[in-house]
């Protein structure tokens, strides 16, 4: 007796995602996360290089730090209360982090379920170009030296700002701070190895932030490049001269004993007052 064989059943449907109201809806596609990505690298490189410009102050002494760091916390205090507009620009910028996080994570997400089966190795029959090379180089890249960021941003915060990692540490002195944590040479090297990983991420990441924002022409394409590298490199010289300055005694405890004590008072006594 012929046995007769079961009809396959329909294919399951999948259930699409449910629509978000505009401008959220706007995340929901690859093309919309490669622009928040982009936007809020751009965010991000921009603190990074105000920041490097902002600690070049180290080189003037502790009073200069000490009077950049109060013009922070002095920023629009003829309309608002004096600090809220220094905290409004970090809750920017840690919004700006977390999406940017999360966007490039989830963009490596959906592009592995879109293309499983995709790998280095069967990818390799279809490079055909110096360009894809750079473009999987740059892709490798990030993957590794974004992780370092983080965990460097982390270490930095734990470091300088919340001063977990010293006895040593003195709120509100914060050139007498770098002092001690980059005249070990341990956390020097740190800083150095960390600094170059942030460096080829920011260069790899301003080539690729142009491109999501639609700028990728041949014609301009190395200037993209250029600007990229010259932007990675002035950054990465400009941090990398910090801890090496601190090494070689040119930024040393002799311009912090008097002054730095006489900044953290002051600091403090501002603090309580402002409390």
């Not at 999948?14 to 959220?24: G, V, W």
């Not at 499983?116 to 110096?130: E, G, I």
């Not at 470091?159 to 914060?174: A, Q, V």
Request: glycine share 8%.
């Amino acid at each position: 007796m012929a046995q007769t064989m079961p009809r396959p059943g329909p294919n399951p449907v999948r259930k699409r995602p449910k629509q978000l109201p505009f401008p959220l809806n706007v995340y929901q596609s690859a093309v919309g996360r490669k622009w928040v990505m982009a936007v809020s690298g751009l965010v991000l490189l921009g603190f990074v290089v105000t920041h490097m410009i902002g600690n070049l102050h180290l080189y003037e002494g502790p009073l200069e730090v000490r009077e950049y760091a109060e013009t922070l916390r002095d920023l629009g205090v003829h309309v608002i209360p004096r600090t809220w507009m220094l905290w409004g620009i970090r809750i920017l910028l840690i919004a700006a982090f977390v999406v940017h996080v999360h966007s490039a994570y989830s963009l490596a997400a959906m592009s592995r379920k879109a293309n499983p089966s995709s790998s280095l190795d069967s990818n390799k029959r279809y490079a055909s170009s110096q360009d894809y090379a750079a473009a999987n180089y740059a892709s490798r890249t990030m993957r590794w030296t974004g992780p370092i960021v983080l965990l460097y941003l982390f270490f930095h915060l734990a470091d300088l700002t919340w001063g977990w990692l010293s006895d040593d540490w003195t709120r509100g002195d914060p050139y007498n701070n770098v002092v001690i944590s980059m005249g070990n040479i341990g956390v020097a090297i740190i800083y150095i190895v960390a600094n170059v990983a942030l460096a080829l991420h920011i260069y790899h990441g301003a080539w690729s932030m142009f491109q999501s924002l639609g700028v990728n022409n041949p014609k301009i394409n190395n200037y993209r490049r250029h600007i990229a590298g010259g932007l990675a490199g002035l950054i990465l010289i400009g941090n990398l001269s910090f801890p090496i300055a601190v090494q070689a005694g040119l930024i040393d405890q002799d311009n912090c004993e008097a002054p730095c004590g006489i900044t953290a008072e002051l600091e403090h006594e501002g603090e309580e007052a402002a409390q």
